[in-house]
C-alpha cells in the first residue's frame, strides 16, 4: 500500500466526516482553535480511556487527580513559569507577523513571494525579546494588584502541589504516581499543523515519585513502557523513534529528556515527552509554601524528598498520530476507498447494522433489534440511507472495524453477514452470535495490516 498521507488529506477527513472543526467559524475562525464533532469526541475518549486504563486500571502503584485550572499564582513562580516559561519572539514592522527567534530559519515570511523573514529589503525584523507563553487572567471582579492568575500551561503542577495530600489519604510510598488528564493552555507564537501545536489542548501526564538513587532505572522504565503503549495501539513501529535531549536542550527542570517522536506528514517530531525532573519541583513547592514535601518511612525509619518521572503527552498528538498512521486510499473492485485502519480499541464506532434494504419492514426490524441488543455495551451505528456500498465507505471513512448487514437470507435463517474493515471478508454467522462475536473481536488483540 502507498503511504500517500499528507496533513492536508487528515484536515480534510475530519472536516469531511464530522471529527475537528476549526473553531468559531460562523465568526471568520479563530486561528489554531478547533471544535471536536461527535466523531472526534468519542475518538478522544477512546484515547483517554486506553490511557487510564494502562496508567491506572492496570497497574496498583499509580492514582488519579484532577486538579483545579486556575491554582494559586504563588504556583508558577515556584515551578518556574513566571521567570523561565518564554520563547524569544521577533515582530517583522513592515508585515507585522510574529516570528520565533530560534525557528527563523523554518518560518516564512508575510510578503510574496514568500521567504524567510528578513530575507526581503523591506523586512524590519525586531532584537529578540522573551515572551511569555501562560495565558493571563483575573480572579475576582476588579482587576488589582494580587488577582492576576494564569490558565495552567501543564497539569504537572496541579500533581505538585497535592503530593502531599495523596501520600497521606492514598496511604502511598513510593514509588507510586499520580495521573492527570486535563486541559493546559499556551499562548504559542506560532502554532499550526492542524492539531499539533495549538493554544489549548488536554494533556494527559503522569507523574511518578521513586527514591533518588532508583530514578535512572525508573526513567528507562517508563520511555520503554510507554512506547509500547503506541505499538499496542496500532502504530507502526518504523514510524516511531525515542529521542534523547542533550543537555542545552533539557527543560530548566530536567535531568534528562526523552521524546518519543513519529514521522508526522511534517516529519519527525515530539508525540511525548518522558522526563526526569529530578526533585526540582518538590523542592522548590517546599521552599515557595513553606509545606514540607517529602516521604517519610515508617517510625521515622527514612526521610527523603522522591525523584520524579514524568510521561506527558496531548491528546491532540496522539489524535494526529494514529489518524495519519491510519489514513489509507486503495482501489476496490474499480473504486476508490479512503479508510481509516484504526485499532478497534481507538475507533469512534466499533459496528455498523444496516438493513440491505431500507423499504423492506422485516430487515429493519431486524436490524434495529440487533442495533438495540450491542448498543448496550458498545457504540454502534444503524443506517439505512443510501446503497449499501455507499454505506460501507461512510463507516470505512470513520474507521469503524465491522458491519452486520440484515438481508433477504436473514428473514429466512437469522443470519447477518459480518464485514471486516480491512480484509473486506464477509462471512455469515448467526444474529444470535453476533454480540459475543464483536465483544471477541473487540478483545483480540490486534496489528496494522500496514505491516510494521
Ligand atoms: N509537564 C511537562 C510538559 O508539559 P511539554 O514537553 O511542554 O512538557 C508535554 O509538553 C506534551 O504536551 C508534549 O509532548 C505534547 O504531546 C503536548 N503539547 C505541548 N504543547 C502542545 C501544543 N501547543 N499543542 C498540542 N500539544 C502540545
New binding site residues.
Given amino acids: 500500500m502507498a503511504d500517500t498521507v499528507t496533513m492536508d488529506k487528515i484536515v480534510s477527513i475530519c472536516r469531511r466526516r464530522g471529527f475537528v472543526f476549526p473553531s468559531s467559524e460562523i465568526y471568520g475562525g479563530l486561528g489554531s482553535t478547533f471544535d471536536y464533532g461527535h466523531y472526534g469526541v468519542l475518538l478522544k475518549n477512546n484515547i483517554r480511556a486506553r490511557w487510564v486504563e494502562a496508567m491506572v486500571q492496570e497497574r496498583d502503584d499509580i492514582v488519579l487527580i484532577d486538579s483545579a485550572i486556575i491554582l494559586h499564582p504563588r504556583v508558577w513562580e515556584a515551578s518556574g513559569h513566571v521567570e523561565g516559561f518564554t520563547d524569544p519572539l521577533v515582530d517583522c514592522r513592515t508585515c507585522k507577523l510574529r516570528f520565533r527567534a530560534d525557528q527563523l530559519q523554518e518560518s516564512r515570511c508575510g510578503r510574496k513571494p514568500s521567504k524567510r523573514p528578513g530575507e526581503h529589503s523591506e523586512c524590519d525584523l525586531t532584537e529578540p525579546r522573551q515572551f511569555n507563553l501562560m495565558f493571563e487572567t483575573t480572579v475576582g471582579p476588579v482587576q488589582e494588584a494580587g488577582s492576576r492568575a494564569f490558565l495552567r500551561?501543564?497539569?504537572?503542577q496541579g500533581i505538585f502541589i497535592n503530593f502531599k495530600n495523596v501520600l497521606q489519604l492514598a496511604r502511598r510510598r513510593p514509588p507510586f504516581g499520580i495521573a492527570q488528564v486535563g486541559k493546559?493552555f499556551?499562548n504559542?507564537i506560532t502554532?499550526g499543523n492542524f492539531?499539533?501545536?495549538?493554544?489549548e489542548?488536554e494533556?494527559m501526564?503522569m507523574e511518578f515519585f521513586v527514591p533518588p538513587a532508583d530514578a535512572e532505572r525508573w526513567y528507562r522504565y517508563w520511555i520503554e513502557a510507554r512506547f509500547d503503549w503506541y505499538l499496542r495501539y496500532g502504530l507502526r513501529r518504523s514510524r516511531l523513534r525515542v529521542r534523547e535531549h542533550g543537555p542545552e536542550e533539557r527543560?530548566h527542570y530536567s535531568q534528562g529528556t526523552s521524546?518519543i517522536e513519529y514521522e508526522y506528514p511534517i516529519g519527525w517530531s515530539?508525540?511525548?515527552?518522558v522526563?526526569n525532573r529530578g526533585d526540582y519541583d518538590l523542592t522548590r513547592h517546599a521552599e515557595f509554601s513553606g509545606t514540607r514535601l517529602e516521604y517519610v518511612g515508617p517510625e521515622d525509619t527514612e526521610r527523603y524528598v522522591p525523584h520524579v518521572i514524568?510521561p506527558?503527552?496531548?491528546i491532540?498528538?496522539i489524535v494526529v498520530a494514529m489518524l495519519v498512521d491510519a489514513y489509507d486510499e486503495e482501489e476496490v473492485a474499480g473504486r476508490e476507498r479512503t479508510v481509516l485502519r484504526l485499532h478497534p480499541a481507538i475507533a469512534p464506532v466499533k459496528a455498523a447494522v444496516l438493513p440491505l434494504i431500507a423499504k423492506d419492514g422485516g430487515m429493519v426490524e431486524k436490524a434495529r433489534s440487533l442495533y438495540e441488543e450491542l448498543r448496550a455495551a458498545h457504540v454502534v451505528e444503524y443506517d439505512e440511507g443510501g446503497a449499501i456500498g455507499r454505506r460501507y465507505r461512510r463507516q470505512d471513512e470513520i474507521g469503524t472495524p465491522f458491519a452486520f448487514t440484515v438481508d433477504e437470507q436473514t428473514l429466512a435463517d437469522d443470519t447477518v453477514t459480518i464485514r471486516e474493515r480491512d480484509s473486506l471478508v464477509q462471512e455469515r454467522l448467526a444474529i444470535a452470535q453476533v454480540a459475543a462475536r464483536l465483544a471477541d473481536e473487540l478483545r483480540t488483540p490486534w496489528t496494522t495490516p500496514k505491516g510494521d
Fill in positions: 500551561p501543564e497539569t504537572a493546559s499556551r504559542e502554532p492539531l499539533f501545536r495549538v493554544r489542548f494533556q501526564e527543560s521524546d515530539e508525540l511525548e515527552g522526563a514524568e506527558a503527552v496531548s491532540e498528538r
